[in-house]
């Protein structure tokens, strides 16, 4: 069933990917538009798990991973962890993101800001119509938290892989020479999260890995848009 936010989420999304389709304002012609070789490769990673996942075949590997994962780590770490998923929550994310392009915009710094925001937004819709889609049930293999909405993919997840790679690509523009560093830092982000929904015993490997493949393959995607690109 829709959730009640459903229609604002599409509107904005929409109304964000209509500005992002515009060609600039000014007149400036946008910078060349960047290689579609590794968001096509990440979409293609996430079908494949997507495949298994509806196959059945990946049924049995994703429940040893959750129980291993349980049995292996130290309770310190799972339980740091449990607070580091928080990073990956709708209402952290939407903080942040609102916060960063709200700052873009008084700079003048237009195409960044529409980027972060189209990025978050076109993230958690994919996110509710993928898990309406699929209605795959959660993990039950141990008492953990209560959840209503379906398991695949991982929201958290894919939020988290939304955002954290917009904000690494708007890095990359204001500080070319530091892209490693800003890329390591939003990959490392969305693996704690990720590893986070494990180590809670919510969302299978497969929720989570196909989340992170689709979240950053999207933001990469986006910023190809001529609104969004950076202007030579």
């Not at 993919?153 to 939020?159: A, D, F, L, N, Q």
């Not at 990959?187 to 890995?209: I, K, N, Q």
């Not at 493949?213 to 030579?232: D, K, M």
Request: charged share 10%.
């Amino acid at each position: 069933m829709p959730t009640p936010w459903m229609l604002p989420l599409l509107l904005a999304t929409g109304y964000g990917l209509w500005l992002a389709l515009r060609r600039p304002a000014d007149g400036t012609t946008p910078a060349p538009i960047p290689r579609l070789h590794l968001p096509l490769f990440l979409l293609a990673l996430a079908l494949v798990s997507t495949a298994l996942m509806l196959s059945g075949l990946v049924n049995e590997l994703d429940q040893q991973i959750l129980l291993s994962l349980r049995t292996h780590l130290p309770p310190a770490l799972i339980a740091l962890l449990g607070w580091i998923t928080h990073s990956g929550s709708s209402v952290f994310l939407t903080l942040l993101m609102a916060s960063a392009s709200g700052y873009l915009l008084a700079r003048g710094q237009r195409a960044n800001a529409l980027l972060l925001s189209l990025s978050g937004l076109a993230g958690a819709l994919l996110v509710v119509l993928l898990k309406m889609l699929f209605a795959r049930q959660r993990p039950a293999l141990w008492d953990t938290l209560e959840l209503s909405s379906f398991s695949f993919p991982s929201g958290h997840t894919m939020g988290t892989a939304a955002c954290a790679s917009a904000l690494a690509v708007v890095l990359c523009r204001v500080s070319p020479a530091q892209s490693r560093t800003w890329w390591g830092l939003a990959l490392g982000w969305v693996a704690l999260v990720g590893l986070s929904r494990l180590t809670l015993g919510v969302h299978w490997p497969t929720d989570v890995f196909t989340g992170a493949t689709l979240g950053i393959a999207l933001t990469l995607l986006v910023s190809r848009l001529p609104g969004c690109r950076q202007q030579p």
